[in-house]
T-cell receptor, first 108, second 114 residues
Framework: RKEVEQDPGPFNVPEGATVAFNCTYSNSASQSFFWYRQDCRKEPKLLMS???SGNEDGRFTAQLNRASQYISLLIRDSKLSDSATYLCVVGGYNKLIFGAGTRLAVHP | DVKVTQSSRYLVKRTGEKVFLECVQDMDHENMFWYRQDPGLGLRLIYFSYDVKMKEKGDIPEGYSVSREKKERFSLILESASTNQTSMYLC?????????????FGQGTRLTVV
């Protein structure tokens, strides 16, 4: 079983739609949680950290459920520029483990 | 502006060659990582280092070794390149992992082994 699992997608949504991604992780001792974004042929970049209380950054909301060991990302009012691959990342013991990513395509 | 620099964007090597991939960061970060990224498999951790001369195996260390003689530099070595090591290699650095740690990536090295 992979340490971090995500639905690979693709999710094809129209502009303005709300879309949600989920991610599960296997190591209950994991300490830190993140969502990264990767554009085509580019390196991954941090989108947001994920905290137990949940956190929001503009149109993006991240949630963590430690009991069920899953992380979610909600994107509201999708823009064309949101088209990318979203990587779920789990950290602990000085290492970062990435999920395989969920591809999002937003169309006009 | 923070920076992680990988020595080459594209490399073509022959089977059996010894290959060195270099990564330098200018942020005084303790942690450095090497990943490979393949379609459908995402980023897989090869090796990481949390201090000079310290290294830990990741999920797929076979066929690779690393060197961290200075804090800013982390090298990935393919002892005898094989075609199944054709991939995109990404180096990253970060502070010690915590709730708000951000990892910064280099632009990647696309390695082709023929």
């Amino acid at each position: 079983r992979k340490e971090v699992e995500q639905d690979p997608g693709p999710f094809n949504v129209p502009e303005g739609a709300t879309v949600a991604f989920n991610c599960t992780y296997s190591n209950s001792a994991s300490q830190s949680f993140f969502w990264y974004r990767q554009d085509c042929r580019k390196e991954p970049k941090l989108l947001m950290s994920v905290y137990s209380s949940g956190n929001e950054d503009g149109r993006f909301t991240a949630q963590l459920n430690r009991a069920s060991q899953y992380i979610s990302l909600l994107i509201r009012d999708s823009k064309l520029s949101d088209s990318a691959t979203y990587l779920c990342v789990v950290g602990g013991y000085n290492k970062l483990i990435f999920g395989a990513g969920t591809r999002l395509a937003v169309h006009p | 502006d923070v920076k992680v620099t990988q020595s080459s964007r594209y490399l073509v090597k022959r089977t059996g060659e010894k290959v060195f991939l270099e990564c330098v960061q200018d942020m005084d970060h303790e942690n450095m990582f090497w990943y490979r990224q393949d379609p459908g498999l995402g980023l897989r951790l090869i090796y990481f280092s949390y201090d000079v001369k310290m290294k830990e195996k990741g999920d797929i260390p076979e066929g690779y070794s690393v060197s961290r003689e200075k804090k800013e530099r982390f090298s990935l070595i393919l002892e005898s390149a094989s075609t199944n090591q054709t991939s995109m290699y990404l180096c990253a650095s970060s502070r010690p992992i915590g709730g708000n740690t951000e990892a910064f990536f280099g632009q990647g090295t696309r390695l082709t082994v023929v």
